[in-house]
């Protein structure tokens, strides 16, 4: 609605498909950088951060990198599956037929993998939203990280994302040795204030339009609120296009913005 009143191309707030486009924050090149470790030294990594930050955005690029001769990505998108159905996800993506009984099909996948990797094709086993696994799927995962008694490293490379949460649920005893098993960790912290105003103005642009179409001090009302995480950033960029727009406005100033914090406050 709004694309034609400010003279954009297309939304500039809305979700990028295309790694290319992307905003490459120091945190998004640092956890990138560090996954690519993990892919070269085929090692398990762990990602967190506060929701919203650019986890999976990071995680998208770094995955757009690997070549698919190379390495063969398994992508767990829903992790609240109970463990069977996590393995026969994990069976699927590895292009097998599951089979029935649970032993059976965690021998499966282990095979599947170790030989993948033999092949020449290593096996990445990708979790986000990896602070939703239950206790039962991460001490499986532990198990599935752990070399057989002839291999000398894991048949896979783990990839677990998630929010602060997850080193809270890996921090107990019993998991010490699969931490241990990470050899990649990276916190990921929110954008600092710099960045943030450099993102804001990087989607206003490659959306086709003018980043003066935020007043600065409309873009310093979102930053105090969206404290660098992106996709606060995102949302109240878009509602406040709207708002603006409703009103007739050709530039969003600060007022559009403080509406739609204190509504975001209220509702809370």
Do not use: W
Not at 116 to 121: L, P, V
Not at 184 to 190: E, G, R
Not at 243 to 263: P, Q, S, T, W
Request: glycine share 6%.
């Amino acid at each position: 609605m709004y694309l034609e009143h400010f003279g954009f191309k297309r939304r500039p707030f809305a979700t990028l498909p295309d790694s290319r486009e992307l905003f490459q924050a120091k945190t998004h090149k640092e956890a990138r950088a560090r996954l690519h470790i993990a892919f070269e030294e085929r090692v398990s990594a762990l990602v967190v951060g506060q929701a919203g930050v650019g986890k999976t955005t990071a995680l998208r690029a770094a995955l757009d990198d690997l070549s698919p001769k190379a390495y063969r990505v398994i992508e767990i998108t829903d992790p609240r599956h109970k463990l069977r159905s996590f393995y026969r996800t994990l069976a699927t993506g590895l292009g097998l037929q599951p089979r029935h009984f649970f032993g059976d099909l965690s021998d499966q996948v282990r095979h599947a993998c170790a030989e993948s990797a033999e092949q020449g094709r290593f096996p990445v086993l990708v979790v986000d939203e990896a602070h939703m696994l239950g206790t039962e799927t991460l001490d499986s995962l532990r198990l599935l990280t752990n070399p057989a008694l002839k291999q000398k490293a894991p048949p896979l490379c783990l990839l677990l994302v998630g929010d602060t949460t997850l080193r809270r649920s890996l921090g107990r005893p019993y998991f010490e040795s699969f931490v241990q098993r990470l050899r990649v960790t990276y916190t990921m912290p929110p954008l600092d204030d710099d960045e943030a105003r450099r993102y804001v103005a990087h989607r206003l642009r490659i959306a086709g339009g003018n980043p003066d179409v935020f007043d600065p001090t409309a873009v310093d009302a979102v930053l105090v609120e969206a404290a660098g995480r992106l996709r606060v950033i995102d949302d109240l960029g878009n509602q406040a296009l709207y708002a603006a727009f409703i009103k007739k406005a050709r530039v969003v100033g600060k007022e559009h913005v403080d509406e739609l914090v204190e509504e975001r406050r209220a509702s809370r």
